[in-house]
């Protein structure tokens, strides 16, 4: 089933899976997740559905209802939460909301490239392989860490601090399935969701494959 709100955004609706129409093409029948998608909105609903097999609850944005607060809470304790917002500003802040109140959910990330038609930055314009793929990649954050990376190791990597920095750690984000962001946010993902030296400079040979180097 899918969990979401009418169009008012204020009446619960449970919709069935099977009332939604999916292309055979466009779907790996072997794909369903166990755990609830938190996605934005209605839209969001649909691109996932798209993809894959998964139930999801849609925040409406960062001002989430007392109901849906509810539906969360109850989802992450009976099936746990992959929180799955849109790879910009505003997705960022509801995915911090979100990690604040539920700290051991799952996070899953997709690039802002694959994310983006036009102006507009959103899951719903993603094709469905990129959000497969995201999917896949999904991180927990850890709760006792040792820290593995500094940012010596970021500078080193060209990751931080020169030109064309920004666009790199974008790539090698995508790789890992951490995100992006500035160069001190993109260390506390390494960290926080324990990507291991090898992981790293697997990502890092893969980029750098990709761009002939």
């Known amino acids: 089933m899918i969990l979401r709100h009418n169009e008012a955004g204020r009446n619960m609706q449970i919709m069935s899976s099977q009332s939604i129409k999916m292309k055979e093409n466009e779907l790996n029948k072997n794909s369903s997740i166990r755990q609830i998608i938190v996605v934005e909105g209605r839209d969001d609903t649909a691109a996932v559905r798209r993809a894959l097999d998964a139930d999801t609850i849609e925040t409406h944005g960062f001002g989430i209802s007392s109901q849906t607060w509810a539906l969360l809470r109850k989802a992450y304790n009976e099936r746990g939460l992959i929180i799955f917002t ?8 509801i995915r911090k909301l979100l990690a604040e109140n539920f700290p051991e959910a799952l996070h899953a990330y997709l690039d802002r490239a694959d994310a983006t038609e036009g102006s507009d930055i959103g899951i719903e314009n993603a094709k469905p392989e990129a959000i497969r793929m995201a999917l896949e990649k999904v991180k927990a954050v850890k709760t006792e860490r040792e820290d593995v990376f500094t940012m010596e190791d970021m500078r080193h990597a060209d990751l931080a601090g020169g030109t ?5 750690r974008a790539a090698v984000g995508k790789i890992l399935g951490v995100g992006t962001g500035n160069s001190k946010a993109f260390l506390k ?25």
């Open 86 to 93: 849109d790879p910009d500003h505003a997705g960022e802040n």
């Open 189 to 213: 993902k390494l960290n926080g969701f324990g990507i291991t030296r090898e992981a790293f400079d697997k990502a890092l040979a893969e980029f750098n494959e990709q761009q002939g180097s």
């Open 164 to 168: 064309g920095a920004a666009q790199r």
